[in-house]
């Protein structure tokens, strides 16, 4: 299915043939995944006939593949070369993923080929997501609803450092069925909250903490993604305060989803109410990126992207504030677009949640 829809993208675009290099790529039209590390992995998509894959022979086994001609490479083999052969002269698409060194080579091998980038139209359909992928990636959010509440209870019963609760995140992933996590969980306390891709320390809890947690598993080769903010013990003011305009410009901004509305608009909504709070300065990056087989797919949420919302597009709503060296709040759904505005896939409560774990041994 995921390749009918290239290919008739490709003759709509009058493109006759395309390089796709980008193993998630590769996954969504033929279901065969590898990472290719420093070799040479590609699949040549013609608008017309069988697909041909070039692979080295040290990747997992391809068997299952039908109507996709597999060429093999032993080591140090002219493996850009081999796949030259199979090339015509002329336009040639191809994706921003390929290491430059191939694709030089390529064009010493033939010269007459002339590469075009038309990422876009791979890109563009994975943004678009089937009915099959959003049951998928409702599953995810739903079973990563569940590991936030297993993280959140271990901070409350048994508080561990930073590291260690990333790690007991991962455990709970690989308990749940998840293949990996789809990112390094961020378990941020305190201050370090204050910075938005914080690298998990050997920091404890201490009283008044509040804590960022950033995580999401891989489910079925689709991602989640979800943060949320809780409080060790009693909030201070100040930081009640940023919660609630964080949580309100996250519901704003959720709320102004629809198809046909501008992405920068939503990412506006949401700083905007930031701004008016007397925190825009704080309010450091992007409201939101996209998501499928990645954490992070091409296309965001951010004031310089002027394409609409479309059906079916999944993508996260994350604003936050950075206070340096005091704390940081960030709320973060995944919501996918409707055809009259989105359905949030993840469930977990934004209210501030208090925790009182015992930390007499901290």
């Not at 993208?9 to 390089?19: D, R, Y």
């Not at 040549?44 to 040290?58: A, C, K, Y």
């Not at 996918?336 to 469930?347: F, K, P």
């Amino acid at each position: 299915m995921n390749l009918k829809r290239l290919t008739e993208a490709m003759q709509a675009a009058n493109v006759a043939n395309m390089i796709v290099s980008d193993p998630y790529s590769i996954r969504y039209l033929t279901g065969y995944y590898t990472d290719p590390g420093e070799r040479l992995l590609a699949l040549i998509v013609p608008v017309e006939g069988p697909l041909t894959l070039i692979l080295n022979d040290l990747f997992p086994p391809y068997q299952h593949l039908e109507g996709v001609n597999v060429v093999t490479y032993h080591d140090g083999e002219p493996a850009v070369e081999a796949m030259a052969e199979h090339l015509l002269d002329g336009v040639t698409s191809i994706d921003k993923y390929w290491p430059s060194h191939f694709l030089l080579r390529l064009m010493q091998a033939k010269p007459n080929l002339q590469p075009v980038d038309r990422t876009d139209l791979i890109d563009g359909l994975r943004a678009i997501k089937t009915e099959e992928e959003l049951a998928i990636m409702r599953e995810a959010s739903r079973l990563n609803d569940q590991v936030m509440a297993q993280v959140i209870k271990k901070l409350e019963e048994d508080p561990l450092s930073e590291r260690e609760m990333a790690d007991y995140a991962k455990q709970l992933y690989a308990e749940t069925g998840h293949e990996s996590v789809s990112f390094e969980p961020i378990i941020a306390y305190g201050a370090n909250g204050s910075d938005p891709h914080h690298v998990n320390g050997d920091a404890t809890l201490k009283q008044g903490d509040l804590v960022i947690i950033d995580i999401g598993g891989l489910y079925k080769g689709y991602a989640s993604d979800m943060t949320r903010t809780i409080c060790v013990g009693t909030p201070r003011p100040r930081a009640l305060e940023v919660y609630r305009v964080v949580k309100h410009a996250n519901e704003a901004a959720i709320e102004a989803v629809k198809p046909g509305v501008p992405l920068c608009e939503i990412d506006q909504t949401a700083r905007r109410h930031i701004d008016c709070a007397g925190y825009g300065k704080y309010f450091t990056h992007r409201l939101g990126h996209f998501i499928g087989q990645e954490a992070h797919e091409a296309g965001d949420v951010s004031k310089f992207n002027e394409e609409p919302c479309q059906v079916n597009q999944v993508f996260s709503i994350e604003p936050g504030v950075y206070l340096p060296d005091n704390f940081g709040v960030r709320i973060e759904d995944l919501v996918a677009v409707t055809e009259d505005g989105c359905e949030v896939l993840n469930h977990f409560t934004k209210e501030l949640l208090i925790i009182n774990p015992d930390l007499s041994d901290h």
